[in-house]
């Protein structure tokens, strides 16, 4: 794996593709806020996840309508349209009318169907978009487009982030990578947060499908910052079989998986206000759905994250959150360790609590369940008076 911030990264470093990033005006800090990733092909293969939430911004849904194709092999994305400083989000029929218009500006310049121009947008919720920045900005990125424009476009995504987020994965001659950004409200399904994943791998749409499906549950699904979920998450794939190579659908999966935990683990490093980046693993499960209930359970517990901010390994707190979730367990089994020292044992007192040293950033959970041979673990961050005072100051 490999990162960076200037050159072909993210994006920009799988071949067949070129991405750049502008400063519309659409934010009063005068930093870049639209980006334009665009694949040259010759395959322009696509899939998408997207939010869980029922209150969907109008770019997921424009973006889910050109991917629901009725055969999933068929589905075709010639470009991807990104704003910062307004999500599009809750702004009714006009908000819809912006982002077809966004994707027919984009479409005519590019000369292909607007169907085949994705559209995403972040920032705040409520307020519509001001066309007559981001159609010019739009513009703009289209005139700049460079192979070498992944970070460009990495940097004119963020919100609240304190650094773009790129991440490559090298597969023999195949390359993958992607950019994404999200702060906060990570949540599944998934976070707030967009992401555009590519590969220069031959692979049709279908199998695209398949393989973020996966990928996303195992990574972007599995952070938990502070259990809000939003409007506008989205996470696309695109592939241009550029590099004339075909992966195993199992290699592919494991390309497109390394790339968006590494991705999903810089979002949870930089979570607002974090103090702490918590891996919460549960082992000895029943089955994957209870590992992955039982860690998020322990995610969500706000008197856990705060122990952990106070680097305190209160597992009395642990055991709680666990039991409130529909895992199943014995809770005179349960053991729980924290960085190393299993401070509970058959679900009472195990070593001595103040062997544990959580002066570090990284804390790891460790529990056992006793029930099985399923497992998985969750990412998510301490709760801090930071968090607290960026979510009342900033509006979102």
Excluded at 138 to 166: E, F, Q, R, W, Y
Excluded at 292 to 311: T, W
Aim: with cysteine; charged share 20%.
């Amino acid at each position: 794996m490999t990162r960076g911030t200037s050159g072909a990264v993210g994006v920009t470093a799988a071949s067949g593709f070129r991405a750049a990033g502008v400063v519309a005006g659409l934010k009063n800090s005068g930093k870049p806020d639209v980006a334009v990733v665009v694949n040259d092909g010759p395959l322009q293969s696509a899939a998408g996840v997207f939010t869980a939430n029922r209150v969907k911004a109008a770019p997921v849904i424009w973006t889910q309508q050109c991917l629901a194709k009725p055969d999933a092999a068929t589905s075709q994305m010639r470009a991807v349209v990104l704003n910062s400083g307004g999500a599009n989000a809750c702004t009714g029929a006009q908000g819809f009318a912006d982002t077809r218009e966004t994707a027919e500006h984009a479409a005519e310049l590019l000369d292909c169907d607007p169907t085949r121009v994705g559209v995403c947008s972040t920032g705040l919720i409520g307020t519509p978009l001001p066309m007559d920045l981001l159609l010019p900005g739009v513009d703009a990125a289209l005139a700049n487009l460079s192979p070498d424009g992944g970070s460009a476009a990495a940097h004119a995504i963020m919100t609240t982030d304190t650094h773009a987020k790129t991440a490559v994965a090298r597969t023999g001659l195949v390359t993958t990578g992607g950019m994404a950004k999200g702060a906060g409200m990570l949540a599944p399904e998934l976070a707030t947060m967009l992401s555009v994943i590519t590969t220069d791998a031959i692979a049709d749409s279908a199998t695209l499908a398949r393989t973020l499906s996966r990928a996303a549950e195992l990574s972007f699904n599995r952070v938990d910052s502070d259990g809000c979920m939003s409007t506008n998450d989205t996470v696309l794939l695109l592939a241009s079989g550029a590099s004339g190579h075909e992966l195993t659908e199992p290699q592919l999966l494991d390309a497109v998986t390394e790339v968006a935990q590494d991705l999903a683990l810089q979002l949870i490093g930089d979570a607002e206000g974090a103090g702490k980046e918590i891996r919460i693993e549960v082992i000895g499960a029943e089955s994957e759905g209870d590992a992955v209930a039982a860690a998020r359970g322990v995610a969500r517990s706000n008197l856990f994250k705060c122990a952990v901010h106070g680097e305190d390994p209160n597992w009395g707190r642990i055991l709680s959150a666990v039991g409130t979730t529909d895992a199943r367990f014995d809770p005179n089994r349960i053991d729980v360790a924290v960085n190393g020292v299993w401070v509970c044992r058959g679900g009472g007192v195990g070593e001595d609590r103040n062997l544990v040293d959580m002066s570090g950033r990284e804390v790891h959970v460790l529990i056992d369940l006793h029930n099985g041979n399923a497992s998985a673990t969750v990412w998510t961050n301490d709760l801090t008076a930071d968090y607290v005072h960026e979510n009342s100051a900033y509006s979102s």
